[in-house]
């Protein structure tokens, strides 16, 4: 029997997968359906105008974006919700994950999952929106598993698009195992068209997930992709790149951020340098580590393009 293809959402990773990313990476790799901005929050009132750049309509390429918001309450929730709706977005993603202390300490995030009250409040603002398309991205709770399923009940009320839920703890952050048994008690409850993620980094993985879960509508991944760019179109084709097309697709990516941070980026050559650095985090394995050393020692951008130029890929 001839399983289908399921829609491959990208997960939004703070400082890695912004407008520079997204554009670049439909361009020269491509299979996912749905890119995501990094959340956009309000800090002492205000929008970062980082955050503003990235979902400007004008700064993005992609055929399919839904931008972020994390909130803890519904006031600054209506706030970040006018600001997509005046750049014409129809459809909001509700960051329900976010693990980091800083962000959940203040019960944004997964930090808000052990107080359902406080969800049902935030999550008003669906309701309170018809004609706006809303997703919720989140985990199995802050502290215990089952704080996903004390909130089945007011998630199944809402006219939600999708759930897509990473089966760890916010306390957790992305250490240890997924808990799929987790994942399948919420799967039970919850009503909604539900999207896994959490560890997705090959196509056996999404093919495994997929088996175990077969009424899943679509896998998310972040930093699965961050590591191989190519994962969702080797997954919706079937079949690996050769090292020569991965190798012709990564530099194209490459070059695409590069050009794209050269305009943004005022700051000068190591504000730069250091920006681009970043774009080779997650492909250390793949480059292997006497390439990205070259590529991260490097104090110059003449330096770190003969890095850059040395790459070979014989690991992939």
């Known amino acids: 029997m001839t399983v289908s293809k399921l829609p491959v959402h990208l997960a939004p990773l703070q400082g890695y997968t912004e407008a520079a990313y997204r554009n670049a990476h439909q361009i020269a790799f491509g299979g996912i359906t749905t890119y995501y901005t990094p959340f956009v929050r309000l800090e002492k009132g205000n929008f970062r105008n980082k955050d503003v750049r990235d979902i400007l309509p004008t700064n993005n390429r992609v055929e399919h974006l839904v931008p972020q918001l994390l909130a803890n309450d519904l006031s600054k929730a209506e706030s970040i919700l006018a600001l997509f709706i005046e750049h014409n977005y129809r459809e909001v993603d509700i960051n329900l994950g976010c693990p980091f202390p800083m962000i959940a ?55 939600l698009k999708h759930i897509a839920m990473h089966p760890r703890l916010g306390k957790q952050q992305y250490k240890g195992e997924v808990d799929l048994d987790g994942f399948a008690a919420f799967a039970e409850q919850c009503k909604h068209q539900l999207i896994y993620n959490g560890d997705i980094e090959t196509i056996e993985d999404i093919e495994r ?5 077969p009424t899943l509508s679509g896998i998310m991944t972040g930093r699965g ?91 992939y």
């Open 105 to 159: 300490k203040r019960h944004n995030g997964s930090g808000i999952l052990p107080y359902p009250e406080e969800v049902k409040a935030l999550l008003s603002i669906i309701e309170k929106h018809p004609d706006i398309d809303f997703t919720v991205k989140m985990r199995l709770g802050w502290e215990h598993p089952d704080e996903c399923l004390a909130l089945a009940e007011i998630l199944n009320t809402l006219p």
């Open 225 to 315: 992709l961050l590591t191989n760019p190519a994962l969702a179109l080797e997954y919706t084709q079937g079949e690996k790149l050769s090292e020569e097309d991965y190798l012709k697709r990564l530099r194209e990516l490459h070059k695409l951020v590069f050009e794209q941070y050269e305009k943004q980026i005022e700051g000068g050559d190591a504000q730069l340098l250091n920006k681009l650095k970043t774009f080779w985090e997650y492909l250390h394995p793949t480059i292997g580590n006497k390439n990205w050393k070259r590529i991260n020692k490097s104090s110059s951008l003449d330096k770190y393009w003969q890095g850059v130029n040395q790459i070979d890929i014989s690991s």
């Open 209 to 213: 997930i997929q088996r175990q879960f």
